[in-house]
C-alpha cells in the first residue's frame, strides 16, 4: 500500500544561459508522490541527481514551470530513463516554446524535440493521492507557471516568486509589470500559510511575501 504523498527535494549544479551570457546556478529538484509514483518538477542539469529523488518509484509525468535552459535541459534525457526506460511525457505550456526552442530546437530541426502534453491554467495532476493544480503566471517567461498543492499545503513557483520577491525579468521574453500581476493576481490569494517552493534557494510561504510585497499597515 502506498504511503501518504509528499514533497522530496534535492539540488542540482549547473549553468543558465540566455541573450549570450551564462551563469553559474544551483536548481531545486521537486518531486512529488507517494511510494509508488510521482512526478518530477523540472529537470535541471543532472539526470542522475534527479533519480536519486524518484528513487525506484513509476514517474506520471516531467512538469516543467517554465523553458529556460536550467529547468529543462534533461528533460528529454530525463524522459527516457524514467520508468525503466518506458519514459513519461513532458509538460510544458505552449507559451514558452520559443525558449524551449533555444535548447531543444523545434520539429524543423534534425535533432528538435518538442514536449509531450500542453500545460493550461486549471489543468490538475493527480498523484499519489494528491493534486497539483496548474496557475499559469507569466511574467519571468511567457508560459511560466506555478503548481499548486492544496492538500500538501504548498506551492511550486519555478522562477516566479522566490524568498525577497519576484523572478528576474531583465531578459528576452520577460515582462516585469506581468510577473508583479501574475503574483498579486494568483499566488497572493492563496492562503497566508502556504509554503513556496522556489526554483532555487529557500523556501519561502505566502504571507510572508504578500507582507513584503504589500509593507507594514497602517
Known sequence: MAGAARVDHGVTSGTFSLDGQTFDVDNNVWVVGDDDECVVIDAPHDVDGILAVVGDRRVKAIVCTHA?????RVAPELRERVNDGQGAPIMLHPDDRPLWELTHGGPDAADGYLWDLDLADGVRIEVGGTTLEVLHTPGHAPG???LHAPDLGCVFTGDTL?????????????????IVASIRE???????ETVVHTG????TTIGAER???TGPSN
Open 186 to 192: 494568483r499566488l497572493f490569494a492563496l492562503p497566508d
Open 211 to 213: 507582507a513584503r510585497a
Open 144 to 146: 511560466a507557471v506555478c
Open 68 to 72: 529556460h535552459d536550467d529547468h529543462v
Open 200 to 203: 532555487h534557494g529557500a523556501d
Open 162 to 178: 522566490f524568498e525577497g520577491g519576484p523572478g528576474a525579468t531583465g531578459r528576452s521574453y520577460s515582462d516585469a509589470d506581468l
